[in-house]
């Protein structure tokens, strides 16, 4: 009933609604009925597709098999409708690898035509976000261009409450004061909303950012998870909505080093969306060209394509490939 994918070592779940039906778990008939009542059937699923069956839980794994569920489709034809689940129950507006493992599971099933498709993603956060996917092969991988469209940039854009103007490189940044408590080197913040929101975190030294274990450290996890989280399981502070954490430091003309943190599910190996939200911050205050950016994440490299016109940066592409786990 679920497969597994990989793209970069975040893994998801993917499950069509018809299967959830059959195993008693009661979706609605559209996606976005079933994103206005996440509530009644998210925890469900997530136990049903992403728990550890009992007894098989490998050593110092985490607590699910998988970064998230992906839901879908809910057509036969483009374009397609997903849900994408984060591991505590709510709903993610968009994900770079998650969309891309999505388009995987299509191409195997027959359904992604050779010239691409719109893939519509429904939450609970406002309209279901649109992403042209095409299928394309990057230095002999077979994977996928998403278009990720424009953009934004500031506090304003993810609702950031209380945060301070400072300066990074020359540039107007952020700076976000539970992150800078945590660490002093973590000043100066870029925020990013490419579908979702961002809080991209810069940094003059690679030494200052943080690796995956110690994110998952208990002390350090649950001070992040209070920054990164909405209200109730975190603080919603200082985006009340919630903000997926990056930190990204220069490793050499068009490279990005980074560590990402998400909201609705912790560190993870990589990420699409975060890698993509990295290589525009990196734009913002001058550390990278238009053209292609390698954003470099412990599960691998993301190349990020930005498109730049009169000083402008108009749209961000991302290429991802996914496997079939067995």
Not at 222 to 236: D, E
Not at 313 to 322: I, N, P, S, T
Request: net charge negative.
């Amino acid at each position: 009933m679920t497969r597994f994918y990989d793209a970069r070592g975040n893994i998801y779940a993917v499950v069509s609604p018809q299967a959830l039906r059959k195993a008693g778990i009661a979706l609605p008939a559209s996606a976005a009925e079933c994103a206005a009542s996440r509530r009644q059937w998210s925890e469900a699923a997530i136990a049903l597709c992403c728990h550890w069956p009992e007894g098989l839980r490998p050593a110092n794994s985490k607590a699910h098999r998988s970064d998230g569920l992906l839901i879908g489709p809910f057509q036969a034809a483009a374009p397609f409708d997903v849900l994408i689940v984060n591991t505590d129950g709510s709903l993610a507006e968009r994900s770079g690898n998650g969309l891309t493992i999505f388009s995987q599971a299509l191409t195997e099933q027959g359904l992604m035509p050779e010239q691409g498709a719109v893939v519509r993603v429904h939450h609970d956060k406002g309209q279901a976000l649109e992403t042209s996917v095409k299928p394309a092969t990057v230095e002999g991988v077979r994977g996928f261009w998403l278009d990720l469209g424009q953009p934004g940039f500031g506090p304003e854009v993810v609702g950031a409450q209380t945060v301070e103007n400072v300066q990074f490189n020359n540039r107007d940044v952020s700076h976000v004061q539970p992150l800078a408590q945590l660490n002093p080197d973590w000043a100066h913040s870029q925020f990013v909303r490419i579908g979702n929101p961002h809080c991209v975190t810069l940094l003059s030294d690679a030494a200052a950012l943080p690796s995956n274990e110690q994110m998952r450290e208990s002390t350090l996890n649950q001070r992040l998870t209070a920054i990164a989280y909405a209200m109730p399981t975190g603080a919603g502070n200082p985006c009340p909505a919630g903000i997926n954490l990056q930190w990204a430091a220069l490793a050499s003309p068009q490279k990005i080093l980074a560590r990402v943190f998400e909201r609705g599910e912790g560190p993870t190996a990589s990420s699409g969306t975060s890698a993509s939200a990295v290589a525009c911050a990196a734009w913002r205050v001058g550390w990278v060209e238009s053209g292609e950016v390698h954003v470099v994440m412990p599960g691998g490299i993301a190349p990020v394509l930005l498109e730049v016109s009169e000083g402008e940066l108009l749209r961000v592409k991302l290429f991802g490939m996914a496997r079939l786990m067995d």
